[in-house]
């Protein structure tokens, strides 16, 4: 079965700093995932994905995420934090359906 | 705007009371999918649909019934709920279920509030 996990339940990062939230994965053959972000009291939105190729992905509002087969990892990162990049993210993997982590809250203080 | 829109976007009922979320895609999709999302837990996926026709029920309670009348409305009805029932419910488009590598796109969600 496909899954994910996110292992922090917060990240507290201040504006300006590099952040990173993590992500492990578990599948059965090539892993496709994604990360998306929820803001208050909104749904999910997409933020990047990895299918194939470069390990180095780039999305949306300056994130990027690393995929590292090796550590089945696919951490979120941006090199500087905004405090409007406080959310809730999500992790996920595509089988037949999207299996979401149970997110990591990030909060980036001025 | 996301391309899905749900109602109501905040919802009170009682345990014997019966209501419906409504759930429209403008996105020309063909899968349509229910996600419970509650504090602190994986968001769980309800229901999915493809091409109208229902292809997962994940162990959900009967006190919960999905009705998809074409490719872009579903509907979440929902009766004798009770008070662990109280979450966020999201509606998801994708352009195909199963295959595909494609994202998902979500609605702004429904808070129920089960009393």
């Known amino acids: 079965a496909q899954s994910v996990a996110q292992p922090e339940d917060q990240v507290n990062v201040a504006e300006g700093n590099p952040l990173t939230v993590k992500c492990t994965y578990s599948?059965?053959?090539?892993?496709?995932l994604f990360w998306y972000v929820q803001y208050p009291n909104r749904g999910l939105q997409f933020l990047l994905k990895?299918?194939?190729?470069?390990?180095l992905v780039k999305g949306s509002y300056g994130f990027e995420a690393e995929f590292n087969k090796s550590q089945t990892s696919f951490h979120l990162k941006k090199p500087s934090a905004l405090v409007s990049d406080s959310a809730l993210y999500f992790c996920a993997v595509k089988g037949h359906d999207m299996r979401f982590g149970a997110g990591t809250r990030l909060t980036v203080k001025p | 705007e996301t391309g899905v829109t749900q109602t109501p976007r905040h919802l009170v009922m009682g345990m014997t009371n019966k209501k419906s979320l409504k759930c429209e895609q403008h996105?020309?999709?063909?899968?349509m999918y229910w996600y419970k999302q509650s504090a602190k837990k994986p968001l769980e996926l309800m229901f999915v649909?493809?091409?109208?026709?229902r292809v997962e029920n994940n162990s959900v309670p009967s006190r919960f019934s999905p009705e998809c009348p074409n490719s872009s409305h579903l509907f979440l009805h929902l009766h004798t709920l009770q008070p662990e029932d109280s979450a966020l419910y999201l509606c998801?488009?994708?352009?195909?279920w199963g295959t595909g590598t494609g994202e998902l796109f979500f609605g702004e969600g429904s808070r129920l509030t089960v009393l």
């Open positions: 599948v059965s053959g090539n892993p496709y």
């Open positions: 990895y299918i194939t190729g470069d390990n």
């Open positions: 998801a488009s994708s352009p195909l």
């Open positions: 996105l020309g999709h063909n899968a």
């Open positions: 649909y493809s091409l109208e026709e």
